[in-house]
């Protein structure tokens, strides 16, 4: 089951401004990690936060994670055209077997169509 | 070699075929998956390999069968499929060991079942 949700579904902006998309899930979680993935290609990995983390910063990309909200949010600073994508969070759930756990399944969130308008 | 590849990249089959995809990485790279996406959906967890043996199976039709038969190459072969069944198939592997890492997907397979 899909357990994130992000907002907004879709994103449209003007190169060079900032774009933010926000993720919620419902379960404890061991990190969250966000993927790009172009126009029906594979996923591409960003960043990953760990649970006890609150902000990574990578290139332009900056994460925050509030776990006491079960929150994370995405900005991407400067916008490209280059960046127009589908951006998922997805969840490593925290708890269940050993087993479960060394498989480390990806839970992901409905995603944020972002479009950069030149 | 840092690349996950798929094949085929586009496969059309009828409803009384039997096909197979293929996922290959060389990163040594010990967990494998299979996904299913839909078009404007995320991925979908399908099958889960740790160390070459099935360990997670998300209740998927037996219509799908998944096999590794080694720790490079994980393949999926598909029976009677249904119309339904039509989307991108992503394959992704991942380091173990770690506790926290990121998975690496490959470019997917478009199946179209008709």
């Known amino acids: 089951s899909q357990q994130g949700e992000e907002d907004p579904q879709a994103l449209s902006i003007q190169e060079g401004e900032n774009a933010t998309m926000n993720c919620s899930y419902k379960?404890?979680?061991?990190?969250l990690q966000w993927y790009r993935q172009n126009s029906g290609r594979g996923l591409v990995h960003l960043i990953l936060?760990?649970?006890?983390?609150r902000e990574k910063h990578s290139g332009r990309l900056r994460v925050t994670l509030d776990t006491s909200k079960k929150s994370s949010s995405l900005l991407i600073t400067a916008s490209r055209a280059a960046d127009t994508a589908s951006y998922f969070c997805?969840?490593?759930?925290?708890?269940?077997?050993?087993?479960?756990?060394?498989?480390?399944?990806?839970?992901f969130g409905q995603g944020t169509r972002l479009t950069i308008n030149p | 070699d840092t690349e996950v590849t798929q094949t085929p990249k586009h496969l059309v089959m009828g409803m009384t075929n039997k096909k197979s995809l293929k996922c290959e990485q060389h990163m040594g790279h010990r967990a494998m998956y299979w996904y299913k996406q839909k078009a404007k959906k995320p991925p979908e967890l399908m099958f889960v390999y740790s160390y070459e043996k099935l360990s997670i199976n998300e209740s998927v039709p037996s219509r799908f069968s998944p096999e590794c038969p080694n720790s490079s190459l994980l393949n999926l072969h598909l029976h009677a499929l249904q119309p339904e069944d039509s989307a991108l198939y992503l394959c992704?592997?991942?380091?173990?060991?770690?506790?926290?890492?990121?998975?690496?997907f490959g470019p997917g397979t478009r199946l179209t079942v008709l």
């Open positions: 936060i760990r649970s006890n983390e």
């Open positions: 379960t404890s979680i061991n990190n």
């Open positions: 992704a592997s991942r380091l173990t060991g770690s506790s926290y890492n990121e998975q690496f």
């Open positions: 997805a969840t490593v759930p925290g708890g269940g077997s050993p087993r479960i756990q060394g498989a480390q399944k990806l839970v």
